[in-house]
């Protein structure tokens, strides 16, 4: 389980310093994908870095990254994790910074020895009050 909360927060303090190729170097060759952004989501290459450098060239800085309530289960050379993130950044162009706390459930297989991202769900909870806003005040 060591390995695998070591990928995940090395995944995590790469992102933060804008190593994209640091970043993916934790992904298989191939990864599902349901991020924050734009589209709906669906099979990836977990090495491309054309995504993920246009997505920070949104920001100021790369943003803040924090992984929270890391759960862990693992069985043979398949693992979940789950955890509550936070990401916090100043869009580009801005003054005002944001820190959003949402959801994330990450699939990982052991490929030739090493622990690897293949599958990475994230979500925002929504308003169920009718206005079906997301709900970007939550705090754990």
């Known amino acids: ?11 995590a303090e790469r992102l933060q310093a804008g190593d994209v190729a640091g970043f993916q170097r934790h992904n298989a060759p191939e990864v599902v994908e349901y991020t924050l ?5 669906g099979p990836a290459d977990g090495h491309d870095p054309k995504p993920t450098e246009e997505w920070l060239t949104g920001f100021e800085a ?19 994790a789950t955890s509550i993130d936070s ?5 580009k162009g ?10 994330v459930t ?3 297989r052991r490929i030739d020895g090493r622990w690897l991202v293949v599958h990475e769900h994230q979500s925002v909870p929504f308003l ?3 206005s079906f806003q997301a709900a970007l005040d ?3």
């Open 62 to 80: 790369p943003p803040r990254y924090e992984v929270t309530r890391l759960e862990i289960t693992a069985d043979g050379d398949v693992a979940f």
């Open 106 to 108: 990450r699939g990982l």
């Open 128 to 130: 169920m009050d009718g």
């Open 87 to 91: 990401m916090s950044a100043t869009p």
């Open 1 to 11: 389980m060591h390995e695998i909360r070591d990928v995940i927060l090395a995944r």
């Open 94 to 103: 801005s003054d005002e910074s944001f820190t959003l706390w949402y959801r």
């Open 37 to 41: 952004a734009p589209q709906l989501g």
């Open 138 to 140: 939550l705090e754990p």
